[in-house]
């Protein structure tokens, strides 16, 4: 069935080369007080710190700092972040960095005025944000996760190993974001495979679940196309800048809403994914990969008509002489096969997760699902398939 919806994105995004240029004109839209946020260093050693303070002393700003929000944002980090906007009455924050920063100054805006315990509220409960927020904008320096242009924010609660996100209203969107691919150049491999992946993965959570003659599956087909060609372009020359900024926009799109209109989803590899992080700290497109083909394995027969659309759309698979099982089988081998090119792991025990782990993350993974929803046990044995892979 197709659902009714509302789209609704507000994010400005100022895309290119020149992009940052347009930072002066943003931030003195805002009040005085700006905090600015970033993760472990990469933006000091590459030199985008400095230009950065140069504009925000230009706008005539009083900046303080939270860095070293570290890849799978902790909630104490988070904390860190609400302290500093309580005491110095922040009136925006800037976000310097990937998914990680962006999703914990998420927390920071909606926490700062909340009364109330914010890991509980928000995140568990997922309560409705009804206090004061404040407006964010961000620097885009890794491609992936397509917080820069959603509400989306996952923190993890170290104590409780738990790894839980959520999604803010259009409020609480970046109200800019500017996105440079070449700010990705200096990105370590292995986390653009990651975030190629994770861009990957969105849209096949958004993809296999239901069955209608949709214009968003349409969409997707592209967007995959897009991705898979772009990031084989990308792996051989890191610094093609088409390539790049394919990367970039796509991952954008994946997760801006836009694709998902008028869809039911299934989001359980992401599920899964976030409890595996929780106990290993693993890169999340990384996990995503490891976990996904099990995954697909297991649910291809509850969507066999739309498996068999992706074999056929996304890797061209020719059905002629073949039955349904077999065009759809072919269409997760070549998955398979891109996920082992792009250089992702096929398995979990490759990042760390340890066979007494298991069962820990499988009880605590959220349930659901697009063709099927799983039962723990059912996490418990794609986890083991995934532990177990050999070539
Ligand atoms: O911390 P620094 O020193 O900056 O280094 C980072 C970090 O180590 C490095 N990096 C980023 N840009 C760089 C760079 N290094 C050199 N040059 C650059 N230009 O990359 C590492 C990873 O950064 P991180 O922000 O953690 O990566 P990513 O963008 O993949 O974010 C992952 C987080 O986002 C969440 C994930 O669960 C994970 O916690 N997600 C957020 C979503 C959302 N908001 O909608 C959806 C996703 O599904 C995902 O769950
Ligand atoms: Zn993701």
Known sequence: MLYDFIYDNPTKIYFGKNSLDNLYGELIKY???????????????????????????????????????????????????????RKNNIDFILAVGGGSVIDCVKGISAGSYHKGDIWQDLYINQKPVTSKVIPIGTILTMAGTGSEANGGS???????????????????????????????????????????????????????????????DYLIEALLRSEIHSSYLALKDMKDYIARSNLMWNATLALNTLVGCAKSQ????????????????????????????????????????KFVKFAINVFNINPS?????????????????????????LSIKELGAKEEQLQAIADSTDLGGGYKDLTSQEVLMILEESYNYTE
Request: proline share 4%; charged share 20%; hydrophobic share 35%.
């Open 321 to 345: 002489n073949k039955d349904k099982q077999e065009i759809a089988l072919e269409g997760i081998s070549k998955l398979k096969d891109y996920i082992k090119d792009i250089g992702c792991p």
């Open 266 to 305: 299934d989001w359980q590899v992401h599920s899964i994914e976030h409890q595996l992080s929780a106990y290993t700290n693993c890169s999340h497109g990384l996990g995503l990969a490891a976990v996904s083909i099990p995954y697909y394995k297991h649910i291809y027969k509850y969507g066999l008509d």
């Open 154 to 216: 996952v923190i993890t609660n170290d104590d409780v190993h738990i790894k839980k996100g959520r999604v803010y209203p259009s409020l609480l969107y970046p109200k800019f974001s500017i996105l440079n691919p070449e700010l990705t150049y200096t990105v370590p491999t292995l986390q653009v495979i990651s975030g190629i992946f994770d861009t990957i993965s969105h849209l096949l959570e958004q993809y296999f679940s239901g069955d209608d003659d949709n214009t968003s």
């Open 31 to 85: 009040g005085k007080n700006v905090l600015l946020a970033y993760g472990g260093g990469s933006i000091k050693r590459y030199g985008l710190y400095d230009k950065i303070k140069d504009i925000l002393n230009k706008a005539n700003k009083n900046v303080f700092e939270l860095s070293n929000i570290l890849p799978n944002p902790s909630y104490s980090k988070l904390l860190e972040g609400v302290e500093i906007v």
